[in-house]
């Protein structure tokens, strides 16, 4: 299913030159992916509790973290900097930056640990499905509905809305809800594929 990571290529060419001039300082890809996780969890404890209208910094936040993201992966593959340890780093700050950041709309009514929680829990177990397909013998899965970056959108179209309106409507906490079930599907579209795409190498032998 389609995802908003099929834009990160198109992404990545408008980051090139900023890449180089990074590379050029001497920052490396494990700089940046610690960097983007520090800011996550930091303003995700600033968000816990705080004024609703504090919230528009999340999806500002979001699409920097997204710079972040494509700007470690093009200093790892382009200039060399690839190793065991980014790996780790990549794959686990992702997981603990987005609990970080999910987690404030926990105290917001009408969402609840409940429709929250299950979110967080069902993204690490998508993103760690993800993972598991090169484990198999296929490729990273990034299949959708619900990635990481579309979560990304979707966690910054609600946090703009926090942001605006007094109150949100009690049927919103349904939302959350239905993130939770994308995020499931996503799981499951990203073992079909995994599956798929053995099945596929294996006919070709």
Same mark, same amino acid.
């Given at each position: /299913?389609?995802?908003?990571?099929?834009? %990160?290529?198109?992404?990545?060419?408008?980051?090139?030159?900023?890449?180089?001039?990074?590379? #050029?300082?001497?920052?490396?890809?494990?700089?940046? &992916?610690?960097?983007?996780?520090?800011?996550?969890?930091?303003?995700?404890?600033?968000?816990?509790?705080?004024?609703?209208?504090?919230?528009?910094?999340?999806?500002?936040?979001?699409?920097?973290?997204?710079?972040?993201?494509?700007?470690?992966? /093009?200093?790892?593959?382009?200039?060399?900097? %690839?190793?065991?340890?980014?790996?780790?780093?990549?794959?686990? &700050?992702? +997981?603990?930056?987005?609990?970080?950041?999910?987690?404030?709309?926990?105290?917001?009514?009408?969402?609840?640990?409940?429709? +929250?929680?299950?979110?967080?829990?069902?993204?690490?177990?998508? @993103?760690?499905?993800?993972? +598991?397909?090169? /484990?198999?013998?296929?490729?990273? !899965?990034?299949?959708?509905?619900?990635?990481?970056?579309?979560?990304?959108?979707?966690?910054?179209?609600?946090?703009?809305?926090?942001?605006?309106?007094?109150?949100?409507?009690?049927?919103?906490?349904?939302? /959350?809800?239905?993130? #939770?079930?994308?995020?499931?599907? &996503?799981?499951?579209?990203?073992? !079909?594929?995994?599956?798929?795409?053995?099945?596929?190498?294996?006919? @070709? %032998?």
């Amino acid at each position: /299913m389609p995802s908003i990571y099929a834009l %990160k290529s198109r992404f990545q060419d408008l980051l090139r030159p900023f890449v180089r001039r990074l590379h #050029a300082l001497g920052v490396t890809a494990n700089m940046v &992916t610690v960097a983007a996780c520090v800011v996550s969890v930091a303003i995700g404890i600033v968000l816990i509790g705080a004024p609703q209208r504090w919230f528009v910094l999340l999806p500002v936040w979001m699409f920097v973290r997204m710079a972040f993201n494509a700007i470690d992966g /093009m200093l790892a593959r382009e200039f060399g900097q %690839k190793s065991a340890l980014g790996a780790y780093l990549n794959e686990l &700050t992702d +997981v603990v930056s987005d609990a970080a950041l999910y987690l404030p709309f926990a105290f917001v009514a009408p969402f609840g640990w409940q429709s +929250v929680g299950a979110v967080i829990l069902l993204s690490a177990i998508s @993103e760690m499905t993800g993972v +598991v397909g090169v /484990m198999a013998g296929a490729s990273r !899965r990034y299949d959708g509905p619900m990635g990481k970056s579309d979560r990304a959108f979707v966690f910054s179209l609600l946090a703009l809305w926090i942001a605006i309106v007094p109150s949100l409507p009690e049927w919103s906490h349904w939302l /959350m809800w239905l993130v #939770a079930i994308a995020t499931a599907l &996503t799981t499951l579209n990203r073992i !079909r594929g995994g599956l798929r795409e053995l099945k596929a190498v294996v006919s @070709e %032998k």
